[in-house]
């Protein structure tokens, strides 16, 4: 009779979707994605009721009001460059 050995039950071999993942992490590991930085950002918004708002957007350092409803979205007012410390969301 021969002696074979068993591999113990704590070592299953990797299905074949747990390979091919372990395959496309290992394929992805050393790239870097960078994104470019973002020049609009959201810095407030006002509901003004029944899908109307104001919104108070920040391009290239600028501050604009605007005023948006589902038919029109309509500039209200430029107010000038943003101090540096007052941005507080960024748009996806």
Avoid: W, Y
């Amino acid at each position: 009779m021969e002696n074979t050995t068993c591999a113990p039950l704590s070592e299953e071999p990797k299905s074949l979707g747990a390979t091919l993942v372990s395959r496309i992490r290992s394929a992805f590991s050393n790239v870097n994605i960078q994104r470019r930085p973002r020049s609009l950002k959201l810095c407030e918004t006002l509901s003004l009721g029944e899908k109307r708002l104001l919104v108070l957007v920040e391009c290239e350092n600028q501050r604009f009001l605007v005023a948006a409803t589902p038919q029109h979205i309509s500039l209200i007012q430029t107010l000038g460059f943003a101090k540096e410390g007052d941005r507080k969301t960024e748009l996806p």
